[in-house]
């Protein structure tokens, strides 16, 4: 083993007007080794567990784009190189990672949850609700159009996608539904966007189980 290595220098210090000494160890570059370690990627959770696809929901796979068939619509997803979707008896659907990357580990969660949302999507459905607080706020349904009156000079129309279906009731409750679950919650955000709920008196649009975390006004003048 080799031993240290002691240099030493004597700068002058024009304060103190003599020498002082600096002793300084070194170790031979030879001495010194690194270790380098392999970082697995974990398997996600929801990425390993099987999709169950129902007997009325049809499945098209050719190469990494799917199709998804059922009685509510059809919808088609294409898969990154990271993942693949393997088909499996007693009809299951099953997405498995192809390398060992991080990217390849946050896809492989997303990509099941997506085409689970399809498969259920197109057999049972999604809906999502709003809620309208406020005096005068209402809603009604023109045709393929929803018309808000939430306070401004003038109504907002919306116009309604063909694969979503919108319903009112008591004039203040809004139901959005359809087959595409990431639509119906771009429409719905949408709608929420004209007139977020407010901390104070809580007026605006909201989901249904949103909560809105109030504050107090401000306090009167004591006398």
């Known amino acids: 083993m080799a031993s240290s290595v002691v240099t030493s220098f004597q700068p002058r210090s024009a304060f103190l007007g003599d020498r002082n000494v600096f002793k300084v160890s070194t170790t031979p570059f030879a001495q010194v080794g690194f270790s380098r370690k392999t970082i697995e990627c974990k398997e996600s959770r929801i990425g390993k567990q099987p999709i169950a696809v ?26 990154p190189r990271e993942v693949e979707l393997v088909t499996e008896d007693a009809g299951f659907l099953r997405v498995k990672k192809t390398v060992e990357t991080r990217r390849a580990n946050q896809m492989h969660g997303l990509f099941r949850t997506l085409t689970d949302n399809m498969v259920v999507g197109v057999s049972k459905g999604f809906e999502k609700k709003l809620i309208l607080v406020g005096v005068g706020y209402r809603a009604t349904v023109e045709g393929k159009e929803l018309v808000l009156n939430l306070g401004f000079s003038h109504p907002v129309k ?66």
């Open 158 to 223: 919306m116009q309604i996608p063909d694969s979503l279906k919108v319903k009112v009731e008591e004039n203040t409750r809004i139901t959005v539904s359809g087959y595409d679950k990431s639509e119906i919650g771009q429409f719905a955000a949408t709608v929420r966007k004209w007139r977020p709920p407010e901390p104070y008196k809580g007026k605006g649009v909201k989901y249904s189980d949103e909560i809105v975390r109030r504050k107090e006004g401000k306090a009167g003048k004591k006398k």
């Open 54 to 79: 129902p007997s009325n929901v049809t499945i098209a796979l050719e190469g990494q784009d799917l199709k998804v068939k059922g009685p509510l619509g059809e919808l088609a997803l294409t898969y």
